[in-house]
């Protein structure tokens, strides 16, 4: 295992946007996007409770925080979606995912609940995904910490990006290879 701090914080690489975003990308990410669910079923479906509690790093979360903060964000990335999609440009309201993952149904809860938000929320958030016009795209919301205005298709791009991002954390968690 490579012990390079940023190689174990960030397996794929840091997110970076591509400049232009064109109709392939947004495919292909959308794709990441609906197959999540299936892909970390696989990851973790038969895993003990022991093998839950690997770490991808020192001081990172457990293999079973990790999915319940994807549960996590994913609703929450969601319901920005939504929102930019019937307001003008809102101010989404970030929230504190390390503090998040410190909970008790991040903690020690079993993931069946998690896989399960997973699997509804990826469905419905696909569906609307997949029928966003290119207007759509280039909604807007505004975080509110650094300010940034961000469009829909570069949040796309974002969450394709968070999905392979933790995916890797539960491979290298697991000591298998990264795709």
């Known amino acids: 295992m490579n012990n ?31 197959d999540f669910p299936e892909k970390i079923k696989r990851e973790v479906g ?3 409770d022991g093998e839950l509690e690997k770490r991808y790093r020192p001081g990172g979360w457990t293999i079973r925080q990790v999915v ?5 964000s994913h609703m929450n990335s969601f319901i920005r979606f939504k929102l930019t999609l019937t307001e003008e440009t809102p101010v989404i309201k970030p929230y504190y995912e390390n503090l998040w993952g410190e909970l ?3 903690q020690n ?3 069946a609940s998690s896989l399960k938000i997973l699997d509804g929320l990826h469905d419905r ?3 609307i995904l997949e029928n966003l016009s ?5 909604r807007m919301f505004v975080h509110p910490e650094t300010n940034e205005h961000i469009n829909l298709k570069t949040n796309i791009c ?9 995916l890797a954390h539960i491979r290298l968690a697991l000591n298998k290879p990264l795709e």
């Not at 397996?11 to 292909?28: Q, T």
């Not at 319940?68 to 996590?72: E, F, L, Q, R, Y």
């Not at 290119?134 to 280039?138: A, I, N, S, Y």
């Open 158 to 166: 974002i969450y394709a990006w968070h999905c392979e991002h933790h």
């Open 68 to 72: 319940h903060h994807c549960a996590d």
């Open 46 to 48: 038969s895993l003990s």
């Open 125 to 127: 958030w696909t569906c």
């Open 134 to 138: 290119e207007k759509d795209l280039e």
């Open 109 to 111: 809860y079993p993931l």
């Open 104 to 106: 008790a149904d991040s």
């Open 4 to 34: 390079n701090p940023d190689a174990l914080k960030y397996p794929i690489g840091k997110f970076k946007a591509p400049r232009v975003i064109d109709h392939n990308h947004l495919k292909s990410w959308i794709k990441i996007i609906r």
